[in-house]
């Protein structure tokens, strides 16, 4: 789950770490209102305004403007909000920019150091990873492409934690400490670390990072992303911070009903349990010519009802123009699959229309005979198929036909 950087800066504060004073603001008028509680709580004379979107690039997307009176704060939320801002992050069309960040400018007095840091877990060596520079800023792209060697890099081990000889030299290499003021960074990298970790966080990322004349460790900007499969451990993160008007709608339902999904660009639906499996099945799309539109594994836990939501799912998708249906039945019983997909054709008030979409199914395993027979009386357009290579075979035939 992405967050914007709002919601970044909450975690991020709560968790003592030091960021800009901010509001949120959705129209000009609440900008202003906003500005003026930053101004007279910072006695600074120019704010930063900055669009709030789930991608990065939006400094050199005009996506973050500086305002010196309200006037400018009036005018310059007026011209980001409601434009779809286009960043190198961002498809062509650019996303929507809903809300504005009024930020104090921590720039007004001085022209501080920009440094980036970051943290994720590296699969590859299943450890953390610190990935830092003191080359930070807009231009952090440009650096890692053509001045590798200013990316620097730490390995943390999940099950010794972040170790003080591994802080200091993060200190050391951005040129950021002194022997003097070592406890205020090695203070700010354990509670920045302890922030990914406690959060369930696949990404979290400063850009820039500043220290202030006065040795304030300041975090101008952040991005987080949750795992969404630790959001039950963080249930206010889920309710108050997620923004389901960025999510597709289908992706939405299939999460709340426990599947495993992922909208794709194809035209032939998929419906499996297990991921191999399912891989396996999206593959076999391929080899036959079509367009996988979707990978859904139902789980091997899967019960009647959840059957009937993943196949109601993939058949109000309107760019699949067949499904491919491919359940080995073990702890799930075929009889148990084919019955949730009989179900979901009584369902939909459409169902006129979703009787015109092709369905091959493939069912082998506990009651296999039993669930044939389900299948075969219903008169619904299902074609039943005994092998992976006759369900090859009639996807290439309807392929031909769409």
């Given at each position: 789950m992405n967050l914007y950087e709002f919601q970044g800066r909450e975690i991020l504060n709560s968790f003592s770490i030091k960021v800009p004073n901010g509001i949120v603001a959705s129209t000009p008028e609440e900008s202003v209102k906003a500005a003026k509680k930053i101004l007279k709580k910072t006695k600074k004379k120019s704010l930063i305004i900055k669009a709030q979107i789930h991608a990065g690039g939006r400094g050199k997307s005009g996506g973050i403007q500086i305002a010196k009176s309200l006037e400018e704060v009036y005018e310059k939320s007026k011209n980001i909000l409601g434009k779809y801002l286009i960043t190198p992050q961002t498809s062509k069309k650019g996303k929507l920019v809903r809300q504005v960040l009024i930020s104090e400018d921590v720039y007004s007095y001085i022209s501080p150091q920009e440094y980036y840091i970051s943290i994720f877990l590296n699969r590859d060596i299943e450890k953390n990873m610190i990935v830092f520079s003191k080359k930070g800023g807009m231009d952090i792209e440009e650096v890692s492409r053509n001045h590798p060697d200013k990316i620097y890099t730490e390995e943390i081990d999940p099950g010794l934690g972040i170790q003080f000889f591994q802080i200091r030299r993060i200190g050391f290499l951005l040129e950021i400490i002194k022997i003097s003021d070592l406890n205020n960074f090695r203070n700010f990298v354990i509670s920045l670390y302890k922030a990914y970790l406690d959060c369930d966080a696949l990404l979290l990322e400063i850009n820039p990072l500043i220290k202030t004349f006065d040795n304030q460790i300041i975090a101008v900007d952040t991005k987080i992303v949750l795992d969404d499969n630790a959001l039950f451990r963080h249930k206010k993160y889920y309710d108050e911070m997620r923004d389901q008007k960025k999510?597709?709608?289908?992706?939405?339902?299939?999460?709340?009903?426990?599947?495993?999904?992922?909208?794709?660009?194809?035209?032939?639906?998929?419906?499996?349990?297990?991921?191999?499996?399912?891989?396996?099945?999206?593959?076999?799309?391929?080899?036959?010519?079509?367009?996988?539109?979707?990978?859904?594994?139902?789980?091997?836990?899967?019960?009647?009802?959840?059957?009937?939501?993943?196949?109601?799912?993939?058949?109000?998708?309107?760019?699949?123009?067949?499904?491919?249906?491919?359940?080995?039945?073990?702890?799930?019983?075929?009889?148990?699959?084919?019955?949730?997909?009989?179900?979901?054709?009584?369902?939909?008030?459409?169902?006129?229309?979703?009787?015109?979409?092709?369905?091959?199914?493939?069912?082998?395993?506990?009651?296999?005979?039993?669930?044939?027979?389900?299948?075969?009386?219903?008169?619904?357009?299902?074609?039943?198929?005994?092998?992976?290579?006759?369900?090859?075979?009639?996807?290439?035939?309807?392929?031909?036909?769409?």
């Open positions: 999510e597709d709608p289908i992706e939405i339902k299939a999460f709340e009903a426990k599947l495993n999904f992922l909208k794709l660009k194809g035209n032939i639906g998929c419906m499996v349990n297990g991921a191999g499996l399912a891989m396996a099945t999206m593959d076999m799309i391929q080899c036959c010519g079509g367009n996988p539109a979707n990978f859904l594994d139902i789980g091997g836990d899967a019960d009647k009802n959840r059957v009937e939501k993943a196949f109601r799912i993939i058949l109000n998708d309107k760019s699949v123009k067949a499904i491919l249906i491919n359940i080995f039945g073990g702890i799930v019983r075929c009889d148990t699959v084919a019955e949730g997909i009989m179900n979901s054709y009584h369902t939909d008030d459409d169902i006129d229309i979703k009787k015109k979409i092709p369905v091959v199914i493939r069912l082998q395993g506990t009651n296999e005979i039993l669930a044939k027979k389900i299948i075969k009386t219903s008169k619904l357009p299902i074609y039943y198929v005994d092998t992976l290579e006759k369900a090859e075979g009639k996807i290439k035939e309807i392929l031909k036909k769409i």
